[in-house]
């Protein structure tokens, strides 16, 4: 069965990185578009960046380019989200979310939360 | 950007009603349109794809209509496990979602 799960969550100051990573199994992993969406704390989903199925192709919400990076390693079925000079805006559950078009499987989620 | 604007915010309705959830564009998406179904603590559950698809394993109470930049779901009766809340989501031009519509009981 598909599965997502992430890793890498916790807590950090504003300015400093974090790296959140997506194991994925259960399909064939070169075949798929993979997301990241986050949930701040009672508010909605926020899409955050988007990689190709093949790595060529990388896509940031506003909010997060220049500062966050998309990466996919097919060797091992990793989607990593690394968040550099991060905000306390940033503090959200962070999903991994599969589709080449909507988002059909999600993981369970990971916490950061920005704060000094 | 592609802004999606949801309404109601919430909905007050009761078991075995008829609810209709409205979604619209900012511009035309053609029928790129998911929508979600979110529970307190849960992640976000795939419901309707390409605005009138029904996902596998979905309850066929749920459907989806629409196109350009209005659409809708509708639950034909209302259950007690629907009570939730609801998040559209385009698919066109990267990916932007509602702000989502919260059922709650009456």
């Known amino acids: 069965q598909v599965q997502l799960v992430e890793s890498g969550g916790g807590v950090v100051q504003p300015g400093k990185s974090l790296r959140l990573s997506c194991a994925a199994s259960g399909f ?15 508010r909605g989903l926020d899409w955050v960046a988007s990689i190709s199925y093949d ?3 990388k896509y940031f919400a506003d909010s997060v380019k220049g500062r966050f990076t998309i990466s996919r390693d097919e060797s091992k079925n990793l989607v990593d989200l690394q ?15 599969r589709g080449t078009a909507a988002g059909d499987y999600w ?5 950061v939360t920005v704060s000094s | 950007d592609i802004q999606l604007t949801q309404s109601p915010s919430i909905l007050s309705a009761s078991v075995g009603d008829r609810v209709t959830i409205t979604c619209r564009a ?26 009138s698809s029904l996902e596998s394993g979905v309850p066929s109470r749920f459907s989806g209509s629409g196109s350009g930049t209005e659409f809708t779901l509708t639950i034909s ?8 809340t609801y998040y559209c989501q385009q698919y066109n031009h990267y990916w932007t979602f509602g702000q989502g519509t919260r059922v709650e009981i009456k």
């Open chain 1, 83 to 97: 968040m550099n000079s991060l905000r306390a805006e940033d503090s959200a559950v962070y999903y991994c979310v």
């Open chain 1, 107 to 111: 993981g369970q989620g990971a916490l």
């Open chain 2, 77 to 84: 009766s209302l259950q007690p496990d629907d009570f939730a």
């Open chain 1, 55 to 57: 790595g060529s192709n």
């Open chain 2, 26 to 51: 900012s511009q035309i998406i053609s029928d790129w349109l998911a929508w979600y179904q979110q529970k307190p603590g849960k992640a976000p559950k795939l419901l309707i794809y390409k605005t």
């Open chain 1, 28 to 42: 064939t992993f070169s075949d798929y578009e993979m997301h990241w969406v986050r949930q701040a704390p009672g």
